[in-house]
Each structure stands twice: as C-alpha cells, then as structure tokens.
C-alpha cells in the first residue's frame, strides 16, 4: 500500500521526485512515488530485491526513462552540465580486462571535463595497497572500493550508491561503511539503495522504505522507530497464546513467531511465566528497520517483484 506521505518544505532541496512511475509488461515496478532529498545527506532507498528500487534509482541517474511523473535537480530538469555532477556505483560494473587499478583511475578521469587525482582518489578509498595490481584479482571488498573511487572520479555533487555492499563479508562492509561516513564529512549528497536494513542505520539521516513498487514509510530511522515501536519488543515461537496474554499484550503474528511490544519488560515477561507461556526461543531486543518493516508489510525482505 501507499503511505501518506507528508514531504518535508526545504529551500535545500536537491532533488525533487514527483509522481514517478515505471511498468514492465503491464508490471507497476514503480508506483507513483514522491520524495525530496535535501543537500548534503545520505537518502536510503531500502527494501527487498524486487521492490522497485533499482529501477527507481536507474530513473534518478537518467539510465532508464520514467513512463510518468518527473525528477529534478535543482528544481530543473536533468541537463547535460548536472550530468558531470553526478557519481554512480552501480551493482556490477564491467572493467576494461588487465588494467591495474591506477589504469583503472586514468581511464575513467578521461571521460570528465574535471576529475580528482589518482593519489587524491587512492587516499579518499585507501587503494594505495593495491594500486598496482590488475583489478581482476582484487578482493570483493576492495574491488568495491576501487569501484567507489571511480563513482568519485568527477568530485561529483551527488553520489548514487546501488546496493555496494552485496556479497561483502561483515568486515569488509564495515569498512566500506567507514568510507561513506568521510564522504558524507565531505559535504556530498548520498542516494543509497540497499536491503540491509543495519547499513541504512548506520549511513542515512532519512529513508523511505519501498515495497512493490510503492513507498510505505518516510523518515529519519530513529524517527520512524520511535513511531512505530515504544520500548522493547519480545519476540515468541508461534504457539497457542492463553487469552489474558491475547487481551493484555497484544502479540502480533509474523512468520512464525508473537512479537510483543512493551514498555514493561519484566511485567510482561512475570505475566508470561504466570501463564505458563513456553519461553523456549524466546528474544528481547530493541525494534530495528528490520522489525519496522516486517510490521508494515507482514512479510521479510526476500519479497518478490519485478526488479530489484
């Protein structure tokens, strides 16, 4: 379903999405959407593959054109000259074979009217180690530095982000996630798309969490869990509840498990042994985006669709 949605007014709005819209063979993958995002912070686009978010993104950059609504910069339409001031990292890019990663950074400097240096480009995303090795053996996670590194090759305004951090293991996202925080210091204009809800956390100071094409909630993350969630949530295997946990907690059925939202834990918990609940498996933890998102759609993030 589509949120109500209030937009923020900004005098710093970046850029302006209005009513966008995109089908594949009679397939909303992109449902009417609307958002702004101001300068100098890093928007999250988040949601499961086929949510739409990719196509959304692809619109954004001026890859793939919208079958309705519009998008714009400054509140003008996409140009040429806003073109040079855009950095993309797309989910795969093909690079020219037995380049190093220097080469790499020379080859794609010739495209753009004004670019950063190799050496300023290595020290921003810490290729220096691996500067001279072909960029076919390089590590997943420093391939996808040296992919970012080319995203900043144009010192762009706006830097696009699509799904970066797929495939990286737990330490090497995290030292990714260490390179957008500097980038962000830097002042620059972030759009990320991702489903790792722990990375949104981390990196966006606002969000707007798609699903089916549709954008079902919009806001700083602490903001949108502090709206949705208060105190902690307990989380039970599904089992037959008696009526007065029903009646007084008001689980919530979601794939397998009664979530429970309280702000009284060992009241609920003292309830819940006064029941004769079973407790085995039993979780208690803080709400997070993840949480957030099973609530408002009933489902995880491996939903289907169209196109991520």
């Given at each position: 379903m589509q949120a109500e949605l209030t937009e923020k007014t900004s005098t710093n709005v970046m850029i302006q999405v209005t009513d966008l819209l995109k089908t594949f063979k009679g397939i909303k993958a992109v449902d009417g959407i609307s958002f702004t995002v101001p300068a100098g912070i890093c928007f999250g686009l988040l949601g499961p593959n086929g949510a739409g978010k990719t196509t959304t993104i692809e619109m954004m950059e001026g890859?793939?054109?919208?079958?309705?609504?519009?998008?714009?910069?400054?509140?003008?339409?996409?140009?040429?000259?806003?073109?040079?001031?855009?950095?993309?990292?797309?989910?795969?890019?093909?690079?020219?074979?037995?380049?190093?990663?220097?080469?790499?950074?020379?080859?794609?400097r010739s495209f753009y009217q004004h670019s950063l240096s190799e050496d300023e480009l290595m020290d921003i995303c810490d290729l220096h180690d691996f500067a001279n090795q072909d960029h076919r053996?390089?590590?997943?996670?420093?391939?996808?530095?040296?992919?970012?590194?080319?995203?900043?090759?144009?010192?762009?305004?706006?830097?696009?982000?699509?799904?970066?951090?797929?495939?990286?293991?737990p330490h090497a996202r995290r030292n990714f996630w260490d390179l957008i925080n500097k980038i962000k210091q830097q002042g620059k204009t972030i759009v990320l798309t991702t489903h790792y809800m722990d990375e949104a956390e981390q990196l966006c100071d606002d969000i707007a969490i798609m699903d089916k094409g549709c954008i079902i909630a919009r806001g700083a993350p602490k903001a949108l869990l502090s709206e949705h969630f208060k105190g902690v949530l307990i989380r039970l295997p599904q089992q037959d509840l008696p009526a007065k946990v029903l009646s007084q907690c008001q689980p919530r059925l979601e794939q397998g498990h009664y979530f429970i939202n309280t702000d009284h834990v060992e009241q609920t918990?003292?309830?819940?042994?006064?029941?004769?609940?079973?407790?085995?498996?039993?979780?208690?933890?803080?709400?997070?985006?993840?949480?957030?998102?099973?609530?408002?759609?009933?489902?995880?993030?491996?939903g289907e669709g169209v196109k991520a």
């Open positions: 890859i793939s054109k919208p079958d309705g609504g519009e998008i714009r910069y400054y509140g003008q339409p996409m140009s040429r000259e806003m073109s040079q001031k855009i950095g993309i990292q797309f989910q795969n890019t093909a690079l020219q074979d037995f380049l190093t990663s220097r080469e790499c950074l020379t080859l794609f053996k390089l590590s997943g996670g420093q391939k996808q530095r040296l992919l970012l590194a080319l995203a900043l090759v144009n010192d762009p305004d706006i830097l696009f982000l699509d799904e970066p951090t797929t495939g990286l293991d918990l003292k309830l819940l042994v006064e029941q004769s609940v079973l407790l085995e498996g039993l979780h208690v933890k803080s709400a997070n985006l993840d949480d957030l998102f099973l609530k408002l759609t009933g489902h995880g993030l491996q």
